[in-house]
């Protein structure tokens, strides 16, 4: 089985910063790609950030310019670092991976979640 962990979430300020970190860990062969989602009560789950396995990414345009996605390909782990932080960023954030495993000579690939992690920017 496949397990995401995601760490780093909390309670910041305004402006203040916060680093997001995701571990992919099980049987996996290979990682497309690695990214961040965000939900606020009521609302449906939405894109923060995305990055492939060759490093190509994009953002939500809510958070172009203050947050950066980064992965590490060999430690099957991904990053978000927001910087900037606004209240509306206040959210649980899930991380996300397409990723595919291998089990006694089977390949499949499949979407995986971790459990999410609050982030709540307030004064």
């Known amino acids: 089985q496949v397990q995401l962990v995601e760490s780093g979430g909390g309670l910041v300020q305004p402006g203040g910063s916060l680093r997001l970190s995701c571990a992919a860990s099980?049987?996996?062969?290979?990682?497309?790609?690695m990214g961040w989602y965000r939900q606020v009560p009521g609302k449906e789950r939405e894109l923060v950030a995305r990055?492939?396995?060759?490093?190509?990414?994009n953002y939500a345009d809510s958070v172009k310019g203050r947050f950066t996605i980064s992965r590490d390909n060999a430690k099957n782990m991904v990053y978000l670092q927001m910087n900037s932080l606004k209240p509306e960023d206040t959210a649980v954030y899930f991380c996300?991976?397409?990723?595919?495993?291998?089990?006694?000579?089977?390949?499949?690939?499949?979407?995986?979640w971790g459990q999410g992690t609050q982030v709540t920017i307030s004064s």
């Open positions: 990055i492939t396995s060759g490093g190509s990414t």
């Open positions: 099980g049987s996996i062969f290979s990682i497309n790609t």
């Open positions: 996300h991976s397409n990723l595919v495993t291998s089990s006694g000579g089977l390949y499949n690939r499949r979407d995986y």
